[in-house]
C-alpha cells in the first residue's frame, strides 16, 4: 500500500499596502532583506504561533524565504494549516575594521605611539554580541557584550599603545552570535 505524502501548507497572500518589506524575521526589528509593492501575490508557507507574520517565498529571490506582516497582507484561504516556523538565527553579517592611523613613520625616540581601533558591526536581527580585540603581540582584551535590540550597525572601538616598529595586526574575534574574525594590518617604521 502506498501512502501519500501529505503537501505542506501554502495560502495566496495579496498586499494590501503600497509597500512592504519583507524581512529576515518575524518582527521590525529584522533587517528588510526585501522590498514588495501592492497587489503582488504571494505564497505564504509558514507562519510565526501568533499568526502576526507570514513565513514567504521570496518573490525577489528564488529559493530564499522572507517574513511579510499580517497586518499588510489578505490571506487568499485559511492560515491554520500553515506550519509555525521557528525564529531565525541572528548572525553578524558585516564588520568594517579600522585602525587610525593606519601607517605610523616616527622618529625612533618618540615611542609609545597611541592607534585607535573602530569597529562597525552589522547584524540582520537581535543579537547579543559578543567579542574581543586580539593583538599581535600576543595581547588579547578581555571578552565584551553588546545588546543588538534590532537590526543594524553598531561602532565598537578600542585604544592600544605601540612600542616599538613592526609590521603590526589587530583583529575583531567575534565569539556571538555567530564566530567571525576580521583583520586589518597596520605597519610602524621610525627613522633615526
Excluded: M
Excluded at 131 to 137: F, G, K, L, N, V
Excluded at 172 to 187: A, S
Amino acid at each position: 500500500t502506498i501512502i501519500p505524502l501529505s503537501t505542506p501548507a501554502r495560502v495566496t497572500l495579496l498586499i494590501k499596502t503600497e509597500l512592504i518589506n519583507c524581512r529576515f524575521g518575524p518582527g521590525t526589528v529584522y533587517q528588510s532583506v526585501n522590498k514588495l509593492r501592492e497587489g503582488q501575490s504571494l505564497q505564504a508557507v509558514g507562519r510565526n504561533a501568533a499568526s502576526t507574520w507570514w513565513y514567504i517565498r521570496d518573490p525577489g529571490n528564488p529559493g530564499d524565504f522572507c517574513w511579510v506582516s499580517a497586518t499588510v497582507t489578505e490571506p487568499q484561504g485559511e492560515t491554520d494549516p500553515l506550519a509555525v516556523i521557528q525564529l531565525p538565527f541572528v548572525t553578524v553579517t558585516n564588520i568594517k575594521l579600522r585602525v587610525e592611523p593606519n601607517r605610523i613613520t616616527v622618529n625612533c625616540d618618540q615611542f609609545p605611539q597611541t592607534v585607535f581601533f573602530e569597529a562597525q558591526v552589522t547584524t540582520n536581527g537581535p543579537a547579543l554580541f559578543t567579542w574581543r580585540w586580539e593583538i599581535s603581540t600576543g595581547v588579547s582584551s578581555d571578552d565584551d557584550t553588546l545588546i543588538f535590540e534590532e537590526a543594524g550597525t553598531q561602532t565598537i572601538n578600542e585604544v592600544y599603545q605601540i612600542n616599538a616598529p613592526n609590521e603590526y595586526w589587530v583583529k575583531l574575534h567575534v565569539l556571538t552570535p555567530n564566530e567571525r574574525v576580521e583583520q586589518v594590518n597596520f605597519p610602524v617604521s621610525c627613522t633615526q
